[in-house]
Nanobody
Framework: QVQLVESGGGLVQAGGSLRLSCATS????????VGWFRQTPGKDHEFVAA????????DYADSVKGRFTISRDNAKNTVYLQMNSLKPEDTAIYSC????????????????WGQGTQVTVSS
């Protein structure tokens, strides 16, 4: 069982930065690929970024490429999402999710979800 807990959300002005963290208490965390998704009211989860279990492979949605960076520290059982040059359209609830393969995470094939953290970008 893998439990995921997000933190680091908040209110920031457009052009600012935030770093989200996804921490887990599961001992098998390092075996999982991890992704970040975001959701706004009335819409489905939107893929943002993913990272393989080793950290050697990453994937990003076109809308965040060049602005967001995903990374992980398996010794700390934590995955990070560094978000720079934030825009009002980045406003959403951001959730992390764990799955077996990095190349299937963008399609939503995950085994575990966190509860999410709110990110609000003001104009």
């Amino acid at each position: 069982q893998v439990q995921l807990v997000e933190s680091g959300g908040g209110l920031v002005q457009a052009g600012g930065s935030l770093r989200l963290s996804c921490a887990t208490s599961g001992r098998t965390f390092s075996r999982y690929a991890v992704g970040w998704f975001r959701q706004t009211p009335g819409k489905d989860h939107e893929f943002v970024a993913a990272i393989s279990w080793s950290g050697g492979s990453t994937d990003y949605a076109d809308s965040v490429k060049g602005r967001f960076t995903i990374s992980r520290d398996n010794a700390k059982n934590t995955v990070y999402l560094q978000m720079n040059s934030l825009k009002p359209e980045d406003t959403a609830i951001y959730s992390c999710a764990a799955g077996p393969r990095v190349n299937t995470i963008p399609t939503g094939r995950v085994d575990y979800w966190g509860q999410g953290t709110q990110v609000t970008v003001s104009s």
